[in-house]
């Protein structure tokens, strides 16, 4: 997971938004976005609830709150916790065989993010059928 975060981070710095706000691509290879990544959304044409946060964590890489919240209004949320993984990650190397913050914390956490996710998608799916 530490490995993970990294990458997220890395990457979140090493590109930007294109195409109308709508694709990502590599600084320097902006001509080539890549595809986009959302089978739901490729298949289907229904967002799924994490539809912009790529987008969203490249924002916030720039600084650019006001843009990251209008492609994912829990980006910074989601961005914090891939964040929070570095410390977290390295205390749990550091001190292995124990669980650095118990073992009911961290799985309230991620069922706290995954119930904001779904409420949040749920609300945008109603809202854009109104």
């Given at each position: 997971?530490?490995?993970?975060?990294?990458?997220?981070?890395?990457?979140?710095?090493?590109?930007?938004?294109?195409?109308?706000?709508?694709?990502?691509?590599?600084?320097?290879?902006?001509?080539?976005?890549?595809?986009?990544?959302?089978?739901?959304r490729s298949?289907?044409?229904v967002p799924c609830?994490?539809?912009?946060?790529?987008?969203?964590?490249?924002?916030?890489?720039?600084g650019?709150?006001?843009?990251?919240?209008?492609?994912h209004?829990?980006?910074?949320?989601?961005?914090?916790?891939?964040?929070?993984?570095?410390?977290?990650?390295?205390?749990?190397?550091?001190?292995?065989?124990?669980?650095?913050?118990?073992?009911?914390?961290?799985?309230?956490?991620?069922?706290?993010?995954?119930?904001?996710?779904?409420v949040?998608?749920?609300?945008?799916?109603?809202?854009?059928?109104?």
């Amino acid at each position: 997971m530490l490995l993970v975060a990294g990458a997220i981070v890395l990457l979140a710095f090493s590109m930007e938004v294109v195409a109308g706000g709508q694709r990502v691509a590599f600084v320097g290879l902006l001509d080539y976005p890549l595809p986009h990544s959302c089978m739901s959304r490729s298949l289907f044409g229904v967002p799924c609830p994490g539809c912009g946060l790529t987008r969203s964590f490249i924002y916030l890489a720039h600084g650019d709150w006001r843009s990251s919240l209008a492609m994912h209004r829990l980006g910074w949320l989601m961005a914090l916790a891939v964040v929070l993984q570095f410390p977290y990650r390295i205390a749990s190397l550091a001190y292995p065989g124990r669980e650095v913050l118990g073992t009911a914390a961290p799985k309230i956490f991620v069922y706290l993010l995954i119930a904001l996710l779904t409420v949040n998608w749920l609300v945008g799916v109603v809202a854009s059928h109104w």
